[in-house]
């Protein structure tokens, strides 16, 4: 079993709808969350970060943990066009390193 | 202030030969890590470099290795190349080994192995 589990998608909304990303993981222990957006030809760009459970808002932009069934959640709000890419949910190994999950490709249309 | 960068973009190497890409860190970071993204797959760690020293492996075999210089500029080299090396590498840069939460990423190298 993988550390930390994505659907791949491609998931396909249209402009101004709720999104809602979803990960799994697999060690109850685990306490330390982020949220990578990644767009074609570019390097992943850190989005949010999150500890344990409860909720983090950022602009249109929230970050979930729910540690009873192990789940992490990023919901975007009115997403636009723009908001168009791969994310990728992440958790922190030995401190440093970043383990992420396969990513879930997300297309906004207009 | 400049990001991180890398170079070359892309690359096309055959099976057997050896390659080594470039990584420029961050102005003011001395931490950088490097990961195999393979296409459909989220980022895997190779190693880290903090202050010129090796400060953790993923699980890559001994022909993956690597350096940092005395300005944090970071390269990654494999040898023996195979066909399932073909990936994008990204290079993440931090301010030191500890901060989890500022890996700053580059855009990459994609490296194809005919």
């Known amino acids: 079993q993988k550390e930390v589990e994505q659907d791949p998608g491609p998931l396909s909304v249209p402009e101004g709808a709720i999104v809602s990303l979803n990960c799994t993981y697999s060690?109850?222990?685990?306490?330390?969350f982020m949220w990578y957006r990644q767009y074609s030809r570019k390097g992943p760009e850190l989005l949010m970060y999150?500890?344990?459970?409860g909720n983090k808002e950022d602009g249109r932009f929230t970050a979930q943990v729910d540690k009873s069934s192990k789940y992490i959640s990023l919901f975007i709000r009115d997403s636009q066009p723009s908001d168009s890419a791969t994310y990728l949910c992440?958790?922190?190994?030995?401190?440093?390193?970043?383990?992420f999950g396969t990513g879930t490709r997300l297309q906004v249309f207009p | 202030e400049t990001g991180v960068t890398q170079s070359p973009t892309h690359l096309i190497k055959t099976r057997g030969q050896q390659v080594t890409l470039r990584c420029s860190s961050q102005?003011?970071?001395?931490?950088v890590s490097w990961y195999q993204q393979a296409l459909g797959q989220g980022p895997q760690f190779i190693f880290q470099?903090?202050?010129?020293?090796?400060?953790g492996r993923g699980n890559f075999p001994p022909r993956f290795s690597g350096l940092q210089f005395p300005n944090y500029s970071s390269e990654l080299n494999v040898n023996a190349l195979e066909l399932d090396d073909s990936a994008l590498y990204l290079c993440?840069?931090?301010?030191?080994?500890?901060?989890?939460?500022?890996?700053?990423f580059g855009p990459g190298t994609r490296l194809t192995v005919l």
């Open positions: 993440a840069s931090s301010l030191a080994s500890g901060n989890t939460d500022t890996q700053y």
């Open positions: 060690n109850s222990a685990f306490q330390y």
């Open positions: 999150t500890y344990s459970s």
């Open positions: 992440a958790r922190p190994y030995n401190t440093d390193k970043l383990i």
């Open positions: 102005s003011g970071h001395n931490t």
């Open positions: 470099y903090y202050r010129e020293e090796e400060n």
